[in-house]
């Protein structure tokens, strides 16, 4: 049974930083595309970022381009998301999520199989 699970979430003032990670099992991690999702309170969820298999290749919003970065260890089946320059409007529950065996990063939650918990981020201004 594959299992993601996500940690690092708290709360952090404007223009700090924090780094999510997400630690996977039950499948070999290295074969899939890792993505992390985010939804605010109110709001539908939304992408944020992607990873290839490998980590060569990653995708973001454009909202978290320059501030954000996707990363993996894929010895310790682990994604990350290191976030800088944090805003209010990044607050929110942040999910990491498994790609299905689909060679070409993608931004649509279909196309993710499995699904952390989610941990929460708050940006006090």
């Known amino acids: 049974q594959v299992q993601l699970v996500e940690s690092g979430g708290g709360l952090v003032q404007a223009g700090g930083s924090l780094r999510l990670s997400c630690a996977a099992s039950?499948?070999?991690?290295?074969?899939?595309?890792m993505g992390w999702f985010r939804q605010a309170l109110g709001k539908e969820r939304e992408f944020v970022a992607a990873?290839?298999?490998?980590?060569?290749?990653?995708y973001y919003t454009n909202s978290v381009k320059g501030r954000f970065t996707i990363s993996r260890d894929n010895a310790k089946n682990t994604v990350f998301l290191q976030m800088n320059s944090l805003k209010p409007e990044d607050t929110a529950v942040y999910y990491c999520?498994?790609?299905?065996?689909?060679?070409?990063?993608?931004?649509?939650?279909?196309?993710?199989?499995?699904w952390g918990q989610g941990t929460q981020v708050t940006v006090s201004s």
């Open positions: 990873i290839s298999r490998s980590g060569t290749n990653s």
């Open positions: 999520a498994s790609m299905r065996s689909l060679t070409t990063l993608s931004r649509a939650a279909r196309d993710y199989d499995y």
């Open positions: 039950g499948r070999t991690f290295s074969n899939y595309a």
